[in-house]
Nanobody, 122 residues
Framework: QVQLVESGGGLVQAGGSLRLSCAGSGSIFDISAMGWYRQAPGKQRELVAS???????NYADSVKGRFTISRDNAKNTVYLQMTSLKPEDTAVYYC????????????????WGQGTLVTVSS
């Protein structure tokens, strides 16, 4: 009933930029925090950036100064603007959101997107 769909991934050269988008759809009453995670082959999933409904942000040290997270609450959408990309940024990027649905019994539901692949060549 509620899903997140990512877009914007692809292949880019080191030093380039990409903008990821994640749109929520379905019976959404409210979304609190939203964020981006990534996972490279053989490595654990890690938080890249998060943003609250009030606009407070948090970034992994490895992306500070290069990535910017933002959101459009009216569109239930979160963005990740990535600049100065490095080969080590190569990973599958996953969107995450804490969602309260209309007529929900159990408060907020943790929802994940299917992921979008970002590949940065050297």
């Amino acid at each position: 009933q509620v899903q997140l769909v990512e877009s914007g991934g692809g292949l880019v050269q080191a030093g380039g930029s990409l903008r990821l988008s994640c749109a929520g759809s379905g019976s959404i009453f409210d979304i609190s925090a939203m964020g981006w995670y990534r996972q490279a082959p053989g490595k654990q999933r890690e938080l890249v950036a998060s943003i609250t409904s009030g606009g407070s942000t948090n970034y992994a040290d490895s992306v500070k100064g290069r990535f910017t997270i933002s959101r459009d609450n009216a569109k239930n959408t979160v963005y990740l603007q990535m600049t100065s990309l490095k080969p080590e940024d190569t990973a599958v990027y996953y969107c995450h959101a804490s969602v309260k649905r209309w007529a929900a019994r159990d408060g907020y539901l943790e929802v994940w997107g299917q992921g979008t692949l970002v590949t940065v060549s050297s």
